[in-house]
Every structure is written in structure tokens, then in C-alpha cells.
């Protein structure tokens, strides 16, 4: 966990960016800001503890920076979009490239401060869990050497890609994954396989953890995330 967090802000709006860094600075962060989508990827990206990207930017829009940020840089950093476009059709799309919040323009600087505090705090939390091979969540625990879930104690086996599943959603705890963002991340590029799949191990999932299977749970029309 870092002493200072970094918060890279990436919006055409100049003052926008002005009263961001200025506001959150003031919260104690680091803050750097761009105007464009193509001057966020010339950033050290994986230096960064959270990014606010507008959506409507220039040549790039802050979706096509999100995806190319997770599908090809591998960059996990939590992302809140920042827009004026809040429709269903766009949150569908923002979370299916990943993204972990949405802020609604205009936004209240309180509001985003306040938003900004829990993601990173519960960001820093899972990274700091994971620097042991076991990551605790209520009453079960995930051993990444093993591969296998522990629940109260006792060792439940799972499959390769069950286990798979579970750790990213439990290492993303509140993160929505849509299904094609879980096919994309747990299933090779050459394997053919369908939406079904996912719900077909997830309910898998959710039987072997018995009463627990609550934590995995389902968005309707958006996708799955882990919440204890």
C-alpha cells in the first residue's frame, strides 16, 4: 500500500480538470491529468492507484482507453468514468470494459471525493491481502498455491476454471464482470465457448459454497460480482 495515492485524470475539459486536481489534492492525493486518451497511454500506467476518465475524448473515447488499458496492457487499477451520458446502454458498456464506478456530470466534488475514498480504500484492503497466499473473505479464504477454497476451515476442491472465476471476482470484491469480460479473461482465445458457460460454472460455484453461494452475485443485465 502506497503512503500517497496517485490519481491519473484523463478529460478534455480543462477547468474540469483544474477543479479535479485542485479538490483532490487537497484530499492528500498525487493527482496528474491529460487531455486526451492518447496522453494517458504515454503515462506510466501501472504507477497509478485509480484513473477518472471521461468518456467523450477526442480520437479515443475513455471506453476504448479502458478496454485497451485491461484487454492489452493487463492494467487491474480500479476506473470511474466521468460523463454526461448516463443511459443504460452506456453503464452497460462502461462496465463491460471494465469499469469499477460512474459519475454523472454535473457531479458534486463532495460526492466524487467521498467516491474516490472507497474504492481506494477498498482497493488498498485486497492489495494488501494479497500479499499473503490466502485471500480471506467472511468465512472462506482462497489459496492461490493450492488452487483451492478453504470454507470454514475445510478444503473444498474446485476446477481449474471455477477457481479461476471465483479469485477474480473475490480479488475485485464489488467490481461488476460482465460475462464476456469473464469469458475474455478465464477462457483462451481459441477456445469457443458461449455465455452460457459462465452462468453454467457459476451456478457450479455457487453450490459448492453452499450457503455461502450468496457472495457471487448477479446484476441482471450487467454481470456477476463477489460481495461478502
Known sequence: MRDIFRILVAEDEEDICEILQFNLESEGY???????????????????DLFLLDVMMGKMTGFALAQKMRKELDITTPIVFLTA????????????????DYIAKPFSIRELQARVRTILKRSSHLATTEESSVLELGNIGLDNKTKRLI????????????FEIILLLAKNQGRIFSREEILDRIWADDVIVTDRTVDVNMTRLRKKLGGYGQYIRNKAGYGYYFEV
Open 30 to 48: 498525487k493527482v496528474d491529468v491529460v487531455h486526451s486518451a492518447e496522453d494517458a497511454l504515454k503515462k506510466k500506467l501501472a504507477t497509478y
Open 85 to 100: 451520458r448516463n443511459n443504460e446502454n452506456d453503464l452497460l458498456t462502461g462496465f463491460s470494459v471494465g469499469a469499477d
Open 151 to 162: 470454507m470454514d476451515g475445510k478444503k473444498v476442491e474446485l476446477t481449474r476454471k471455477e
